[in-house]
């Protein structure tokens, strides 16, 4: 798994995909921090962190399209199926890959809480919240982006399906409400990624949003190895 965490990170820096997800990050963030947070006089950055859901909704997409996508155009998916390599290993090294960048860019949001700590009193509580929040929010949205990936060898439809996939997550909430049935209309909004995310912002720390997400990260996961297993044995 280590060795391919290391090819898949380093292939990130290697291609344009790792520059471009920070740049566009840093750019949309500390806009939002400036438009939020600086602007408003105030050191609540609750703001900033709720429009970065619909930053990272476009983002991860970019993030997941190649990671399996590009062994099955560029032929070599066989041999790392073939390798005496575990299937969990193969997606956990490329996932993490994943996350690992996407944590690095989410950690300039730590930065705009230092630079706020010299001017006022800042809560640590809510903003390390907040960073748990996008965290496990870009956990579950890398899974899924990764499972998509390993469904098809071209990246820009898996970046397609996968932005589609997450904007209907998004929309969870509205699709629950043109439901007049109550038990549908329930189940669909406690599968709601957008206002479990906005509880974090609200400073409400809920144990079962932390579960959810790491279900999700994990379920797509076991899915992806699913999927490569299949192939494996075809």
């Known amino acids: 798994m280590g060795a391919i965490?290391?090819?898949?990170?380093?292939?990130?820096?290697?291609?344009?995909?790792?520059?471009?997800?920070?740049?566009?990050?840093?750019?949309?963030?500390?806009?939002?921090?400036?438009?939020?947070?600086?602007?408003?006089?105030?050191?609540?950055?609750?703001?900033?962190?709720?429009?970065?859901?619909?930053?990272?909704?476009?983002?991860?997409?970019?993030?997941?399209?190649?990671l399996l996508s590009e062994e099955k155009k560029q032929k070599t998916d066989q041999g790392i199926l073939t390798a005496p390599v575990g299937l969990w290993s193969i997606v956990l090294g490329k996932y993490l890959a994943a996350l690992t960048l996407y944590i690095i860019g989410i950690s300039i949001t730590l930065v705009y809480a230092l630079i706020l700590s010299y001017f006022g009193t800042v809560v640590w509580s809510s903003v390390l919240a907040n960073y748990l929040a996008l965290i496990l929010l870009g956990s579950a949205f890398i899974s899924i982006g990764v499972f998509i990936s390993s469904l098809t060898e071209n990246q820009m439809s898996s970046a397609i399906v996968s932005f589609v996939a997450l904007m209907l997550?998004?929309?969870?909430?509205?699709?629950?409400?043109?439901?007049?049935?109550?038990?549908?209309?329930?189940?669909?909004?406690?599968?709601?990624?957008?206002?479990?995310?906005?509880?974090?912002?609200?400073?409400?720390?809920?144990?079962?949003?932390?579960?959810?997400?790491?279900?999700?990260?994990?379920?797509?996961?076991?899915?992806?190895?699913?999927?490569?297993?299949?192939?494996?044995?075809?």
């Open 169 to 234: 997550l998004y929309m969870i909430d509205s699709i629950a409400n043109l439901f007049s049935v109550h038990i549908i209309k329930n189940i669909l909004v406690s599968l709601s990624f957008y206002t479990r995310y906005l509880e974090f912002t609200s400073g409400i720390f809920n144990l079962s949003s932390v579960v959810f997400y790491i279900s999700v990260a994990f379920l797509f996961n076991f899915f992806t190895v699913r999927v490569l297993e299949k192939k494996r044995w075809s």
């Open 5 to 66: 965490f290391r090819r898949e990170l380093g292939s990130f820096f290697k291609s344009s995909i790792a520059y471009i997800f920070l740049a566009v990050f840093f750019l949309f963030s500390g806009y939002f921090f400036c438009a939020g947070t600086l602007y408003s006089s105030t050191s609540d950055m609750s703001s900033m962190f709720g429009a970065l859901f619909l930053v990272i909704l476009f983002l991860i997409p970019i993030l997941t399209m190649k």
